[in-house]
């Protein structure tokens, strides 16, 4: 009996507890808020995800085969144009080389003409073998990459190293199509890297693809930019310390994005920004690309929540000095994520209202007794 009692008081107790009833509710409220007319710099972006590429590299292949006689550079080096990167043993190309500098000059003394000719390429030849002996670099710019050692026996068309120049860097990208009638040759746009913190340069857009492309399902469109090699938060803090405010600092960024050109700057400011470019980018590192698409200075703008349409013509409330509202018509130009361009119908320092909705979650329990009976 008593066991049975115990049964019926903890099937009573879950059946109170699962009795319980959760409700939820969102309420929407509106919240306005005032805004004081202002003028102010508009700006739209695109932020595409990119990889850092060299512009100018040189894959070093050996052109003839042989033993390694001597390395004369490291991994990590830098080199000139026309550097000798490695030596091969040349004794039997110069004795190939002596041995077609006789023929030639015996064939001149008593050969026929054809036989001349033949002599002669036999000897560019061999000279050609010889001086291949010695691999040089092409391009000025740092070693990557070295493969081999001294004592190596490697063949023709073999690469051994590769060089890449680190000052003509750029960022390969790609656009969605959705946005590619927004991006044009020669915009400006800020590259930071995830490897280097607090390091932003300026860049330019240099390349558009004519023919789109198809990643992951997704229709897109390749876009290369160059880096320019300007130090954007270091140069913001250099200009800042010469007296150089805000506004000021942004048009002289754009001045150096669009035209490329850095002679304007101090030349400490520019050996600084070579010294980051050169030294701590490098190909291979991913980027994120904001690309300034729109840029207006100086002009009058209002939030997007101010703005209503109606008609196909744009309103906003105006609070007046006394405190009463009115309705008035604007006519607006560029818009933003957040601003509205206002070219008129407003004035600087008037006061409009911005309509904002939040949105509240409420969550309510209710219990409901079950009928039970219990007779002990």
Known sequence: MRRTRWLVIVSLIILIFTSCSRNTTQTNTVQVSEYVVSKTNLTNTITLSGTVQAREYADIKSLVSGIVKKVNVSKGDNVNAKDVILELDDTEYRLAYIRALQNYETA??????LLIQQREIELELAKRDLENCKLVSPISGVVSSIDVKQGDLISSGKTIARVVNLEKLYVSASVDEVDYSRIALGQAATVSFDAIEGLAVGARVTYISSEAQTSQGIVVVPIELDLLGVDVPQLRSRLSQAGIDQTQFQQRLQQLRTQGNLAQMPQRQLQSSSQNQSTR?????SCEVNIVTMSKENVLAVPI???????GKAYVTVKKSDGSTEEREISVGVRTNNFYEVVSGLQEGEVVLVTGRTTTTTTNRTQQMPNVFFRP
């Open 305 to 311: 929540n101010a703005v209503k349409f109606s008609s």
């Open 281 to 285: 980018i490098i190909p291979g590192l």
């Open 108 to 113: 001149k003394n008593s050969g026929s003409k």
